[in-house]
């Protein structure tokens, strides 16, 4: 295997990406790099089996505090003023003024009920003092949270009001600082500030418009540790290598379709957005499964009736919508969610949080286990009419079985769940966890293709090898790879339900081939030459079409089309290969072999 990788022209392996690019193994020379585009956050499921949104860094512009993005006060940015922890002239110098006050840089970003942890690489030059801060209401409960650094010694001098510092020599006089502190409210104006202090470690004081420090890499990240640095500029367009739940193994490039989660206020059940029917809410009561302590708790009260809590949601007659919430049981082991109209409930399931199983459903229902406890749950369904759509979460009693009618019983106040990530969108299967604040949120499509690599492709003879899995698309087109030069010549991969459909495209002549397929992961090799085609599937053959000439291609796309278009479907690839040269038979059945 190994012998027939190293004939291959182009691998990508998800394993290297940075803002904008998705790293091939070969060509060495960067050639084959993909070009990656989503304009928006996503979410994936981390090594640690965590969920965890991408990019981790919160904060735009971490290497350029010249940028407007960062306000100064009394103060001046020096870019490029010296050697960066990294080995590159990156590092700026925070210089400040010569008024009296703080000298800073901040930046106002939003913020949610949670615990965060700002890092900065820092290193003395004429100020050896610096202060990391965590301020406004979000991080007000005691006052705002500062840490104090001395860069000659390397030690935390102070931290106050909660909050906690860490320091850590990463060689030639930098120092990684942080803060953490947890936010006593949801908030879209929280700031983050790095300040310079004076000899005595006071933060205001009065300049001498010369004297600063260095400053390189700034990170905000959820949780109480500072996660590994990652460079932005933007925040967009960072592509998503997705792991199985509980992390481990290699990686996936997860691509998804546009999506909005329609609620908003995704993990704060607390909030008076969602109605409460014999139930109480209690915020950040457990570990959610992104790792931070951000789940929240709901408990029965003692009392005859329902125990639900509900929020609603613009919804439109004949589309289809599917609500998904992660829940760990807490006394009680089954739960219900619907999804339903002022007169038709038309989605429902019961869930049993213990064995991890559907129990029953009106629509289509999933469950899946996330570790620790936790399970994704999922309801999809059609909704019968045009207006506001009714996202209701409930707790039953072990024995209850009608998924269709919302249990009454006497509840007990000692029993509930724990639930984080509510989501609904207007699909027709989840996506990935989108979280909201204080309205809907929205994903962008994923896009990921390269442009002008004719030396690449095979021009009269070559294989294509799509390693890809969880392809979620019920009718029509799901998941695409395309290798292509435009609409008249390309070659089209795409498995979708029960299908998996390769069209071949030559100076505009269509050769259209539907095969049945079954599983989830999929190993698709397609081998071209005139009149010498083959398709082979996890190692079996599929098709020889008759294809009597190869188009010419000079570009590769997943999940776009040959005018790069994204789709609407969903997939996660772990191998691209292409190949020169027809492969064999026999070489076919061994690449794809799972």
Partial sequence: MSTLLEQASLIMIPSGYKEDVVYSVIPETGAGDLSFTRASNGTRINSAGLVEVTPWNLVQQSETFDNAYWSKNRSSISANSTTAPNGTATADSLIEDTANGTHEFIRVLPVDLQTYNLSIYAKANTRTKIQLVLAGSP???GG??????DLTLGTVI????????????VGNGWYRCTISKITSAADPSGVIAVRLLDASANASYTGNGTSGAYYYGAQLNIGATAKPYFPTTDRLNVPRLTYQNGGGGCPSLLLEKQSTNLVSYSE???????????VTATGNTTTSPDGTTNADSILEIATGGTHESWQRASMTSGQLYTQSCFLKANGRNRVVMQIFDNATQYASAIYDLSTGVVVASVGTATIQSMGNGWYRCTITGTSPATGSGYCVLGLCESTYTNSSVMPSYSGDASKGVYWWGFQVENSSYPTSYIPTTSASATRVADVCSKTGISSLIGQTEGTILWDVSN????S??????FVYTDGNNFILISPYANTLRILIVSSGTAFDNFITISGTSLKIAVAYKANDYKFYVNGVSVGTPTATSVPAMNSIGIVNDSSGSAVTSQSETKQLLLFKTRLTNAELASLTTI
């Fill in 158 to 169: 102070s931290a106050v009001n909660g909050a906690t510092g860490t320091i850590e020599s």
């Fill in 144 to 149: 705002n949270g500062e840490a104090s650094f």
């Fill in 471 to 474: 392809v979620f698309q019920t």
């Fill in 139 to 141: 991080w007000a409960t």
């Fill in 268 to 278: 704060d059940f607390t909030n008076a957005t969602y109605t409460k029917i014999g």
């Fill in 476 to 481: 029509g087109d799901g998941a695409r790879l």
